[in-house]
């Protein structure tokens, strides 16, 4: 099992669960599709977490590093359903960096 895990902040007027929503469909749709094996969204309680670390932390599960490629693959080719579902969350971020484990 890979993780590729992503941490960022909402975009000022986005509402928590709206934006709740659509990673969710977003995320299911891509383990509907076999692209990756799973994912959780986790936010920040209380403030505690080190000062370089975002609100919202997302972890997206793959099966390996093929599984993940293939996500990257069928992402970045920027077409329907795909592409305006990754827009529905990608718009509504800010000040993400991602890393894979």
Not at 9 to 26: I, M, N, T, W
Not at 72 to 77: E, G, H, I, Y
């Amino acid at each position: 099992m890979d993780l590729y895990h992503g941490w960022f902040d909402l975009r000022p007027g986005v509402s928590d669960v709206e934006f709740a929503d659509h990673l969710k469909r977003y995320m299911d749709h891509l383990c509907d599709e076999g692209l990756i094996a799973g994912w959780r969204l986790a936010r920040r309680k209380l403030g505690l977490a080190p000062p370089a670390l975002r609100e919202f932390h997302v972890t997206i599960e793959t099966d390996g590093a093929a599984q993940l490629d293939e996500a990257f693959k069928v992402v970045s080719a920027r077409s329907d359903p795909v592409e305006s579902l990754h827009y529905a969350v990608n718009s509504r971020v800010q000040n993400a960096f991602f890393c894979a484990l």
